[in-house]
């Protein structure tokens, strides 16, 4: 029995095999617990795709965007507020990245100790935003069925306090036509956070940071625009004929001749560089979201794809919440707080689970280049667009009108800042298609602004 | 024959001198074990299940509810019936009796909460299955009777798994389901038993290389025809056993690998003729990118596991179980959901400590075939429920064989409890004549 005995002694192996079996499940549980338990085929906290289980979403002033009743779930009561809050909650199977999908295992309090018992039994837990779904709605509507995307945050704290993306609609009478219909072109997208468009002439304050940081006498130049500026290898065409002009009058007026010259003048390499710099082709984290990078490729430009270019035409890009961050960080000395619009996980008696504020900063242009950028954007206002859109605002602000080729009309941008200490808010407004900049993106940045300034 | 039963049954003078258990007290003349501690042991399995049981009673339908409550209190009650007679009257030690208890209550209680109609049927075999360990704990007593009925188990076993593959019809991919009326029962699970009793029988001759042949041959039939029924996983049970018992008996570890080898081979030229097979097995690791296809009953398995947490959502609310086939296949997936991951460590932990008794046990066997039956019975137990929880799990590949003594089913609580009787063989208290002469001698 001795030689039996000493043999079994091998079955530990199968014995420590198994262990080290329970360990890998264990540690497959650790790992990847959430996200395996968070599938939408759960049917504990999932039904037909929809979280049915935990979970309000409130908006910074306490407003249910949506929660579960009766095993149901139940969307805010107003058709305006669902639709403006739509891309920010997500539906699943539809849209992604929402805030329903990104931070269900908060909402529904999932964790590897209790698995989904606070879901089961005391409603899961609230996520907070630090969105105004009223601002949200009012930006949605300002939109007025063009297509597009409002961005509005706090640039000192990071909190982002609209964000609506355009088409939307009614999660709670979904358009039997969405799929068909031109009309919902891009409603499953949310366009802030994963939308890529012609920067147009709001590029020109990143071809003026790099001409600040390379040319040392930009501001005592004279520059001549006669209509178009000649490459030597084309034309880049300008808007009007503009004369002479100084730098700051050329940004102001947004003079494609003097821009185009000036990229030229710096070189590719330079303006690539300054366009990284401030972070176009980054992508940042916003609440779990990651932005779409821009793209400022210049490797095989001509000296007329250099000057399109420089105007923020050729084959630039940029992501709207980026160009808001840009904005944000020119108000606030180069630096800015990288946004965010989740505020916090609560349990239903209100004590926070989990602090969601970012408290990460992000340096997208140096202090000298930001107060540079902010007296030319501020002048750009109160020389030449007026205070009329901003009324007391203090407001600085660039806007482009970018063409997208063909017979379309070009792409509507404004993106811009207030200087007041008490209101330290950025924005960015992008509608597609929706002509000049100063007539489209500027009414409804106007009014998006106006209305959270008279909030304040 | 003569030569191994000699050999095999008259005590050793090593044994004499050190193998009688040091916690026998001497009283009225005779060899007595404290018993009191088996009292305590089942009321404290009886509390255990009854709060089990209460749990699941609140969930149950109105038409069930009487008679689940019956056959619930029937069945605590067998275990005390068994109690009184092998604890009691034959102040039997009753350690392994209670762990299969403890283990089959989980069953039936998943049973009857998810088949109420089914319960009936599982307490029945449990019962057969308790029946069929203490006959088969008394037969192995005797190692003449394990002797000359060898021969007919091995034949037996060939049979029942030659019909299988003659008259079952294919279910879910495989067929090992002899039905007969509204019966149906799994004869590889019957054969996991002869197969060990074959096994380590024929291994009483240790130097014996015809002998070593003969089983040899058997255990490629055997492993042979369960691969023509394509039940994968029972036969990768087979040949885990038949290792076991191979390196068990041989001692050589050589000849292991060589085998290995020679199946490994064996397993590469079936994929290359019936790239099929292989196909069965290909979501392994990747059951996620699959997940409503391949990886259907992993995905469900591991997420409901994550959705209980640590102490379950209790009996009657878990969501694995609409899974068709969860109480089989996932069995381990619906303890985790419904009972927790806590329970569910402890019945993994059970079925390690099963293995641990009867490789510590194996050094006061009375003889080779008992440590080496004991020794394979618990190697199987632990690889069985290693391809059943961790198949489930996505840590091994999944074959859906059943969880030891938890998955619903008859066919499958039966063999377990009989492959539980070869450990109790293994102890020689459970045979206390054989104790007393060893003592008096």
Request: charged share 20%; aromatic share 12%.
């Amino acid at each position: 029995m001795n030689t039996i005995s000493s043999r079994a002694k091998i079955l530990y192996a199968l014995a420590g095999l198994f262990l080290v079996g329970a360990i890998l499940v264990a540690l497959t549980f650790v790992l990847h617990g959430d996200e395996y338990a968070m599938n939408s085929r759960n049917r504990h906290i999932y039904s037909g795709n929809v979280l049915i289980s935990g979970g309000r979403v409130l908006d910074k002033n306490g407003k249910v965007l949506t929660e579960v009743k009766n095993g149901e779930r139940r969307y805010n009561d107003s058709a305006r507020i669902r639709r403006a809050t739509l891309h920010v909650l997500g539906e699943s199977g539809y849209i992604a990245g929402g805030v329903l999908e990104k931070y269900s295992a908060e909402l529904v309090g999932y964790n590897l100790i209790t698995g989904v018992f606070t879901a089961k039994e005391k409603g899961g837990n609230d996520v907070r935003l630090t969105l105004d779904a009223e601002l949200c709605a009012e930006a949605y509507e300002a939109m007025d069925g063009r297509k597009g995307a409002v961005g509005v945050y706090n640039y000192k704290t990071g909190e982002i306090v609209c964000m609506i993306s355009a088409p939307s609609y009614d999660v709670k009478n979904k358009p039997s036509d969405i799929d068909t219909n031109p009309a919902y072109d891009g409603a499953y997208l949310n366009k802030f956070i994963y939308g890529q468009y012609v920067p147009g002439s709001t590029f020109k304050t990143v071809t003026a940071a790099c001409a600040a940081e390379n040319i040392p006498d930009i501001f005592a130049r004279k520059f001549y625009c006669s209509g178009q500026y000649d490459t030597g290898d084309g034309v880049v065409k300008c808007n009007d004929v503009h004369g002479e002009l100084t730098f700051e009058q050329a940004y102001n007026r947004s003079c494609n001749a003097v821009f185009a010259q000036i990229a030229n003048e710096v070189g590719a390499k330079k303006l690539e560089n300054a366009a990284a710099r401030m972070g176009v082709k980054s992508s940042f984290e916003i609440s779990r979201l990651n932005t779409a990078r821009g793209s400022v490729d210049l490797s095989k430009t001509s000296h007329t794809d250099l000057g399109w270019a420089g105007i923020g035409q050729y084959t630039d890009t940029v992501n709207p919440c980026n160009m808001m961050m840009l904005a944000g960080a020119i108000a606030n000395g180069g630096e800015t707080r990288i946004p965010y619009f989740v505020d916090g996980v609560y349990s239903t008696e209100g004590a926070l689970i989990k602090d969601e504020k970012n408290t990460q900063t992000q340096t997208l242009v140096n202090t000298t280049t930001a107060s540079v950028l902010k007296q030319l954007m501020r002048s750009t206002v109160t020389d030449y667009y007026g205070e009329r859109y901003f009324p007391d605002m203090k407001m600085a602000a660039k806007t482009g009108t970018a063409e997208v080729g063909g017979e379309l009309s070009p792409h509507s941008w404004m993106f811009g800042f207030s200087l007041r200490e008490d209101f330290p808010y950025a924005f960015s407004v992008i509608i597609e298609n929706g002509g000049s900049g100063y007539y489209g993106a500027g009414e409804v940045a106007s009014q998006v602004m106006r209305s959270l300034f008279d909030g304040k | 024959m003569i030569f191994l039963a000699k050999t095999s049954v008259a005590p050793s003078r090593s044994m004499k001198d050190n193998r009688i258990p040091s916690d026998l007290t001497v009283r009225d003349g005779k060899l007595r074990e404290r018993t009191g501690k088996w009292f305590f042991l089942m009321l404290a399995l009886t509390i255990i299940e009854l709060m089990l049981f209460a749990s699941l009673v609140p969930h149950l339908e109105k038409e069930y509810l009487a008679q689940t409550i019956l056959l619930l209190i029937a069945y605590i009650a067998v275990e005390w019936g068994y109690y009184s007679v092998v604890g009691i009257a034959m102040q039997r030690r009753m350690e392994i009796e209670l762990a299969g208890f403890m283990l089959s209550s989980i069953s039936i209680a998943i049973t009857a909460s998810v088949f109420p109609e089914k319960l009936l049927m599982q307490l029945a075999t449990t019962v057969v299955g308790v029946g069929a360990f203490a006959f088969l704990v008394w037969f192995i007593g005797s190692v003449n009777r394990v002797t000359y009925s060898r021969i007919f188990a091995a034949v037996g076993a060939v049979g029942l798994l030659g019909a299988t593959l003659l008259l079952a019809r294919i279910t879910n991919g495989a067929k090992n389901w002899l039905a007969y009326g509204s019966v149906s029962v799994q004869p590889s699970e019957f054969v996991k038993i002869a197969f060990i009793f074959v096994g380590a029988a024929t291994l009483d001759r240790i130097q014996n290389a015809k002998s070593i042949m003969k089983y040899v041959i058997f255990s490629m039939i055997c492993v042979g025809l369960l691969f023509l029924t394509f039940d994968f996983g029972t036969a990768l049970i087979f040949f885990a056993t038949f290792l076991i018992i191979a390196f068990l008996r041989s001692g050589d570890i050589k000849t292991i690998v060589l085998v290995c080898a020679a199946a490994l081979l064996g397993g590469i030229g079936i994929i290359l003729y019936k790239p099929y097979v292989a196909t069965r097995f290909a979501n392994y690791r990747h059951v996620w990118d699959y997940v409503d296809a391949g990886g259907f009953q992993q995905t469900r398995a591991i997420m409901y596991s994550l959705s209980g947490g640590l102490f379950g959502v209790g009996l009657g609310n878990g969501k694995l179980r609409y899974i068709k086939y969860a109480t089989e296949d996932l069995a381990f997936g619906v303890v985790c959901e419904e009972l927790g991951m806590i329970t569910a460590a402890a019945i993994l932990i059970a079925y390690v400590l099963l293995l641990i008794y009867a490789i510590r046990g194996a050094r006061y066997a009375r003889s080779s075939f008992y440590a080496i039956a004991a020794c394979s019975a618990a190697g199987l137990l632990v690889f069985q429920a290693s391809l059943s929880a961790f198949g489930a799990m996505d840590i091994l590949p999944f074959t859906g064989v059943t969880l030891p003594f938890i998955s619903r089913g008859g066919s499958s609580m039966i063999s377990s409890w009989g492959l539980l009787a070869f450990l109790k063989a293994l102890d020689i208290r459970t045979y206390p004549k054989v104790l007393r002469e060893l003592y008096h001698s």
